[in-house]
């Protein structure tokens, strides 16, 4: 029995002592936050409730996190972190501002321009007009493609008219973007030649960051400015799990 335990406890010893490694050097570690909806009350992973966001907020505030843009990260500061909303909704344009400013955060909101035009389900989404009426004190545009479909699945020649067609409009808008891209549902071509065809494509348009999920800790400067991971924040969460996952980025072991 014993001789099947030893390479289970030293494989969990490694890992604990992995992550207690990076936990003990963190000038360099670059969080990002992925959030999508606020709402006065959670009832799915995607929603966060106003109670719980307000905490949060708090917290990072309060252990004095840095709150950057994508377009501030080659300003080196201690506590970097980056909090992202996805899709556009309305909430965030009725909720995010006096909490921002509440707790001197940034926030950066990857808009689907499809979403905008069209609606998506039955969601209450921001209008053109909103998204250009956020102060830009606290709010970072970015690009979230514009259809919102799995890039995974598409040619490089119908991603390049979907994120043109994403740029284009907001530019119509007159809506300053920074050009960096959240992969909708996370995914993009991951085979070898394929990812490389696509990163080089993304460096060709002009394209900064992208990031997908992943649920890790990134280290900035990057080796990887097309896979910078972000953690996502559930509806659910409660305050310890939140802090272990500003430690962490995921809170399972494997
Ligand atoms: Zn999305």
Same mark, same amino acid.
């Given at each position: 029995m014993i001789f099947y335990l030893i390479p289970v406890l030293l494989a969990v010893f490694i890992v604990i002592y992995f992550r207690l490694y990076l936990f003990a050097f963190p000038h360099n570690r670059l969080i990002i936050l992925m959030y999508h909806q606020v709402e006065k009350e959670s009832h799915e992973d995607l929603t966060v409730s106003l109670e719980n966001l307000e905490q949060q907020f708090s917290y990072l505030s309060h252990k004095k996190y840095t709150s950057k843009f994508f377009s501030e990260l080659s300003v080196s500061a201690k506590k970097n972190i980056v909090i992202t909303f996805d899709d556009g909704y309305r909430n965030n344009f009725e909720y995010l501002p006096s909490l921002l400013e509440k707790y001197n955060l940034k926030a950066t909101i990857f808009i689907p321009t499809g979403f905008i035009e069209k609606g998506y389900q039955n969601y209450p989404m921001m209008t053109f007009d909103e998204i250009r009426s956020l102060d830009k004190k606290y709010f970072e545009i970015a690009l979230h493609? =514009?259809? =919102?479909? %799995?890039?995974? %699945?598409?040619s490089l020649d119908l991603i390049e008219k979907d994120l043109e067609k994403n740029m284009q409009i907001l530019d119509a808008q007159k809506i300053p973007y920074s050009k960096v891209l959240a992969y909708p549902y996370g995914?993009?071509? %991951?085979q070898k030649e394929e990812k490389s065809a696509f990163f080089s494509f993304l460096k060709k348009i002009g394209i900064d960051f992208a990031v997908r999920i992943g649920n890790r800790v990134n280290y900035y400067p990057t080796q990887h400015p097309y896979e910078l991971c972000r953690v996502d924040i559930k509806g659910k969460d409660s305050i310890i799990k939140f802090k272990l996952k500003l430690i962490f980025g995921r809170l399972k072991l494997f």
């Open positions: 493609s =514009h259809a =919102h479909e %799995n890039l995974k %699945n598409m995914k993009y071509p %991951n």
